[in-house]
């Protein structure tokens, strides 16, 4: 790694500007990439995040914490270093962070998806000599279909299940996963309802323009009948006795890991959708080529094989050892 930013105990630092991006452990200056718990943890002394990602992170966070934002591609000097951040696509607002020092640039990624995602700015490209890059599907394996033809899917296992009377429970992660199913389903099916974890992120999504259903909170002792309804539930709560009183319910989930053989008979499914929040093997592909890095670290993930990929294509790549971080949000 250059001295423009190095791997210590507490994650990804640049010298330069005194900050980190995305720490594990706690620090003075934090950059976050977004509000993925993965990525964004309490304790800090400030944070820095897009102006999108400031109202979710006080959710997850709370308020007594020294948040500051910025718009996307505003360029700030943070001691020496030059600092911008530009669209991921992974959820409503999720960052790339630039950093540029001394006329040389390398950008972290966080988490990204170059795919079309109607709840979220569009991902940007960002040319840079040095690329550090997630690899959450970093195997060929992973190939995703169009998010509609996701949305079609689940529309249409809602519309049988409604027929016969039996509600739809399907599991997606409360913050990016949930609101991206919420804005695919067709109204006038039935009723629509998520989980209580899901709500408090809906209006932030509204006030970014993203167009939900009528979305209902499922109280613990929900009365209403559930025959026709869909209802949206964080993974955690899969086994719990919330899930178990919605009788006589199909169940879904809605993840990348679905496209892996056996994913849904170990989990006991009904159907499993394959929407992911992250790229592809083709969309990590399309961006690292299109950044146009001399060199690209990986981590997050299968990067053994992507990198050995990119070797073989003659680039100058390699697994970031020490970075590693993966959490309950990751897909």
């Known amino acids: 790694m250059p001295r423009i930013l190095e791997i210590k105990p507490e994650g990804i630092y640049c010298p330069a500007g005194g900050f980190y991006i995305d720490p594990r452990g706690k620090v003075n200056q934090a950059v976050i990439t977004h509000a993925h718990s993965d990525h964004a943890r309490s ?30 591609g505003k360029e700030i000097k943070i001691g020496s270093a030059k600092v ?27 988490d ?14 960002v040319p840079c000599h040095g690329f ?10 992973y190939r995703w279909i169009e998010e509609q033809k996701v949305y079609k899917e689940v529309n249409e296992w809602w519309h049988k299940n409604a027929s016969e009377g039996r509600p739809s429970l399907l599991f997606a992660y409360s913050l990016g996963k949930a609101q991206r199913i919420l804005s695919g389903l067709e109204t006038g099916i039935g009723p629509v309802f998520a989980h209580g974890a ?14 939900f259903p009528e979305v209902q909170k499922l109280e613990r002792e929900q009365k209403d009948d559930l025959s026709k309804s869909i209802i949206i539930a964080p993974p955690a709560v899969e086994d719990s006795t919330w899930t178990r009183k919605i009788r006589n319910c199909r169940r879904a989930f809605a993840s990348g890991w679905m496209s892996i053989r056996g994913a849904k008979r170990r989990r006991n499914l009904d159907q499993g ?20 890095a001399e060199k690209i670290f990986l981590t997050h993930g299968n990067g053994d094989a992507l990198a050995r990929y990119l070797q073989e294509e003659g680039r100058n790549a390699s697994i970031l050892n020490g970075a590693k971080m993966r959490g309950e949000e990751e897909e």
């Open 43 to 72: 304790g800090h002394g400030s944070y820095l995040c897009s102006d999108s990602c400031l109202s979710l992170l006080k959710i997850r966070l709370g308020e007594n914490h020294r948040m500051e934002s910025i718009p996307f």
């Open 84 to 110: 911008s951040l530009h669209p991921a696509g992974h959820i409503l607002g999720s960052a790339q962070v630039r950093v540029e020092v001394g006329g040389e640039v390398w950008v972290v990624s966080g």
């Open 112 to 125: 990204y998806k170059p795919q079309a995602d109607q709840t979220c700015e569009a991902f940007e490209m």
């Open 132 to 141: 550090i890059s997630e690899c959450t599907f970093g195997l060929p394996v």
């Open 198 to 211: 899901i709500h408090p992120f809906l209006e932030h999504y509204e006030k970014a323009g993203v167009y």
């Open 273 to 292: 959708f394959i929407l992911s929040d992250h790229a592809d093997w083709d969309g990590l592909l399309q961006v690292i080529k299109g950044t146009g």
